[in-house]
Each structure stands twice: as C-alpha cells, then as structure tokens.
C-alpha cells in the first residue's frame, strides 16, 4: 500500500510492554512548548544558497547534518542565479546561525539515494545510503546497487564500506532509520526476492555488517532499541483475516479487510534469534498502517504511524497500549502527508507531522505541528501554518528544536528553492 493522500496521524505509548520494570523506574515526561526564536537562509560557505532533500537530518555535538537526494547549489551574481549544480554534494552541515559547509560526497554526482543518519562521535555522523544511477525521471524508484555505510565529520570521509549484496527490489522510500546499539549500527528496508517481499535486516557487530532475512509479505520497515534488543516494526498485511461485514467493492470482488497491519519482532539479548510476532496495530480493526515510526524512549517504546480506512474513511482514534490493551483516545491531525521524530540530548523523543487538506479533501492551510508524549497523552509543542513549500526535517540542540525545509524564492531570479532554518526554544515543565 503507497502513502494515502489524505489521512490521519496516530502516537502510541507503549508504556509497560516491553520493560515493566524500567517504565515503573522512570518519572513521567514533562510537558513541553516551544517558541520561535529566529528564522535565516541556510548559507553555503556563508554565501551560496543551498538545498538538500531533507532525508536525514540529525544533530552531532552544536552542529546539524542534512543529506538527501536531490541538492542543489545555487551561484550568484549581484544577487542573481546564474548557475545551478546538482547532486555535486552528499548534503550539508549546519551551525546555529544558519551557515552550512558541504559534505564531499563519496560517490560520483547522482548516485547517492535514501539517506539514513545517525550521531556517531561528537561532531560526527554514521549513515547509511543507497547507490543507484540517477532515475530516468523525478522521484522515480532507483534501481539499488548497493548499500553503503560510512563515518563522517562534515569534511572527510573517515569510513567507508559496503553493506552485504542482496540481490531484490528494494522499497527504499520504506526503509527504517539507522539506529545505534551496543553492537554498532543496524537498518532495515523491505526487499521483494523471488520468493516474496521480507524486511531485510542489515546489523553490525564487532565491526563486520551481516543482514538477515525476516518477516514475510513486508511493506514497511521501522527499527529501534533499547541498547541490546532489536525491535523491529513491519507492516504486511494478515492475509487470514477478512472483512467482517462482507464488504464488496462497485464490481462485486470481495474486499479484504486487513490491508496494512503493524507487527513486532525483537531480537534477544545475545542478538542471534527474533522472537515470535506480536501485532501491535491490527489493520483490519484500527485501520491500515503506512510509514510507521518506532523509538524506544526509555520509558517505554513509542510508535507514530499515518493511518487511512482501506475503503475510503479516514480513521478516528489514536492509542495508547498497555499490557497489549489498547485504549482509544482522540486523532492528532487531519490528513497528515508526512510524519517524522528526532530525539533530544536526554533521549526524550518530538515528533512532527505536517499535513495540507482536511478530510473531505478541501484544501486548507498547510500545518506543521511538534508533538511529545507526556504521561498517558500525545501534547502539542508547537503548532502553526508551515514556513515550508515541501517536506521538512528537525533536530533537537541542547534546548532548541532546530526545523529545516524548502522554501521558494520570491524575486525573478532568486533560487527555485533553497532550505531555511526555523528555530525553536524548548521549554519543559
């Protein structure tokens, strides 16, 4: 199932599921807001304007890395765009104040895709990414090469080195974060073989890269951990189950009732086995499942998700789990078209979500909102019209929430597009 148009988000807590005895240790979250503190153009060099498709955007020490496919790097004269060079660069590392150098890209133009990051030392990135040919046309599907993984520090490339081959199809849209444990690093990305879609799983451990093979008919990936276990998300649907009223579609056909249903698995301690599958979201029940979002919070594990009724009715409810209870509580957002979260210093996880239509599909005012859980509830941060004219991306700083994203020029000859930086001071009780 691809990204429905219009639909609604959904935050989970799930508090005591998974580590009782650590959930019962920790004090409840507190609530945050977050005021606007300055807005500037990201400046390449200090001068050049820039953008970076915001795939990956995560802080390192002060500093922000944000890598994607395409960039672009716009030149001026006398305040003017005279030339444009596209995909010459891996992305970009920003300071505070909006000033940004370039990230060498260790591939030649055009064949780095789907960028995952993740901090590695201070001032340091690990990532992850795809190299593919450029696609024959804009937002096209890459046909994936290889995986790569590498270290770096903004300016030079300190690791470099390619993730085991799997011959598939790679969703690559679909794939997890990069995510750190006490092993190294590890990702996962649904990949279709010959014998059907699965999740591959690629981990580190001692310095050597392996991927494992896991759960049948896979669409969507999310991974997390709690420093030892793997939890790894996917969305597949049950083919079982049915739709309980008998529904048909306008040409008689049988409709299905489970189309996208979320599922756990874990690894154990020692990292060599998964366990059995737990169904976290039941897609016949509460609705399809698309680009869920999995981060182990220390209090619990978290999980947002974009939910849309397979036959046409955007969903309701959002929950909060319990001891595998789910509880109903009230939607977050109207018709949500993108869903991201990033973690603070002290582990505590923001997310946000941007969406451009209510539910009956009438235009309205683009949003963007920043949400945490605080106790049993998903509060709003910060909520407001988007600045932005396409998908963005945000970091946390010390005490700062720090949104990047397009936005188009608005002279004759100012850059089609180039990011800004939004920041935000956080507060919590």
């Given at each position: 199932m691809q990204t429905p148009v219009h639909a609604r988000v959904f935050v989970v807590a799930i508090i005591s599921m998974l580590a009782p005895s650590t959930v019962d240790a920790q004090a409840a979250a507190r609530a945050c807001t977050a005021t606007p503190a300055f807005q500037v153009p990201i400046r390449l060099d200090g001068a050049r304007p820039?953008?970076?498709?915001p795939q990956a955007v995560v802080s390192s020490g002060d500093r922000i890395l944000v890598a994607g496919n395409p960039t672009y790097v716009w030149y001026l004269k006398d305040d003017r765009v005279v030339a444009a060079g596209r995909d010459s660069i891996f992305g970009i590392v920003v300071q505070r104040d909006g000033r940004a150098?370039?990230?060498?890209?260790?591939?030649?133009?055009?064949?780095?895709?789907?960028v995952r990051a993740a901090p590695h030392a201070d001032g340091q990135?690990?990532?992850?990414?795809?190299?593919?040919a450029p696609p024959p046309r804009f937002a096209s599907p890459v046909n994936v090469e290889a995986y790569w993984f590498g270290v770096t520090d903004g300016t030079r490339w300190l690791r470099m080195e390619k993730l085991p081959a799997l011959e598939g199809k790679f969703a690559t849209d679909n794939a997890s974060a990069l995510i750190r444990t006490e092993r190294g690093y590890a990702m996962a990305v649904p990949v279709t073989l010959p014998s059907g879609s699965r999740a591959a799983v690629f981990s580190e451990s001692g310095g050597r890269w392996n991927v494992e093979l896991v759960a049948g008919g896979a669409v969507y990936t999310s991974l997390t951990t709690d420093g030892r276990e793997l939890m790894l998300g996917v969305v597949y649907a049950d083919t079982i189950a049915r739709n309980p009223t008998g529904a048909s579609s306008s040409n008689g056909s049988f409709i299905p009732g489970d189309l996208n249903s979320l599922w756990l698995y874990r690894t154990a301690d020692n990292g060599t086995r998964w366990s059995p599958r737990t169904r976290l979201v039941d897609g016949l029940l509460q609705q399809p499942v698309f680009h869920p979002r999995l981060h182990w919070s220390g209090r619990g594990l978290e999980i947002g998700w974009i939910a849309k009724d397979g036959i046409g009715g955007d969903t309701h409810i959002g929950a909060i789990t319990r001891a595998h209870t789910l509880a109903v509580m009230d939607s977050l957002v109207v018709a949500t078209q993108h869903i991201e979260l990033t973690t603070a210093t002290n582990g505590r996880p923001f997310w946000l979500t941007t969406d451009a239509a209510d539910s009956t599909g009438t235009t309205r005012t683009p949003s963007l909102r920043i949400w945490t859980i605080t106790g049993a509830k998903a509060t709003q941060v910060l909520g407001g019209?988007?600045?932005?004219?396409?998908?963005?991306?945000?970091?946390?700083?010390?005490?700062?929430?720090?949104v990047v994203g397009p936005m188009r020029g608005t002279k004759p000859f100012d850059p089609a597009v180039m990011l800004h930086l939004h920041a935000y001071t956080l507060d919590c009780d």
């Amino acid at each position: 199932m691809q990204t429905p148009v219009h639909a609604r988000v959904f935050v989970v807590a799930i508090i005591s599921m998974l580590a009782p005895s650590t959930v019962d240790a920790q004090a409840a979250a507190r609530a945050c807001t977050a005021t606007p503190a300055f807005q500037v153009p990201i400046r390449l060099d200090g001068a050049r304007p820039v953008y970076v498709e915001p795939q990956a955007v995560v802080s390192s020490g002060d500093r922000i890395l944000v890598a994607g496919n395409p960039t672009y790097v716009w030149y001026l004269k006398d305040d003017r765009v005279v030339a444009a060079g596209r995909d010459s660069i891996f992305g970009i590392v920003v300071q505070r104040d909006g000033r940004a150098q370039a990230v060498p890209s260790p591939l030649p133009p055009g064949r780095v895709h789907s960028v995952r990051a993740a901090p590695h030392a201070d001032g340091q990135w690990a990532v992850v990414f795809v190299e593919a040919a450029p696609p024959p046309r804009f937002a096209s599907p890459v046909n994936v090469e290889a995986y790569w993984f590498g270290v770096t520090d903004g300016t030079r490339w300190l690791r470099m080195e390619k993730l085991p081959a799997l011959e598939g199809k790679f969703a690559t849209d679909n794939a997890s974060a990069l995510i750190r444990t006490e092993r190294g690093y590890a990702m996962a990305v649904p990949v279709t073989l010959p014998s059907g879609s699965r999740a591959a799983v690629f981990s580190e451990s001692g310095g050597r890269w392996n991927v494992e093979l896991v759960a049948g008919g896979a669409v969507y990936t999310s991974l997390t951990t709690d420093g030892r276990e793997l939890m790894l998300g996917v969305v597949y649907a049950d083919t079982i189950a049915r739709n309980p009223t008998g529904a048909s579609s306008s040409n008689g056909s049988f409709i299905p009732g489970d189309l996208n249903s979320l599922w756990l698995y874990r690894t154990a301690d020692n990292g060599t086995r998964w366990s059995p599958r737990t169904r976290l979201v039941d897609g016949l029940l509460q609705q399809p499942v698309f680009h869920p979002r999995l981060h182990w919070s220390g209090r619990g594990l978290e999980i947002g998700w974009i939910a849309k009724d397979g036959i046409g009715g955007d969903t309701h409810i959002g929950a909060i789990t319990r001891a595998h209870t789910l509880a109903v509580m009230d939607s977050l957002v109207v018709a949500t078209q993108h869903i991201e979260l990033t973690t603070a210093t002290n582990g505590r996880p923001f997310w946000l979500t941007t969406d451009a239509a209510d539910s009956t599909g009438t235009t309205r005012t683009p949003s963007l909102r920043i949400w945490t859980i605080t106790g049993a509830k998903a509060t709003q941060v910060l909520g407001g019209r988007t600045p932005f004219h396409g998908v963005s991306g945000f970091a946390a700083l010390d005490t700062s929430l720090m949104v990047v994203g397009p936005m188009r020029g608005t002279k004759p000859f100012d850059p089609a597009v180039m990011l800004h930086l939004h920041a935000y001071t956080l507060d919590c009780d």
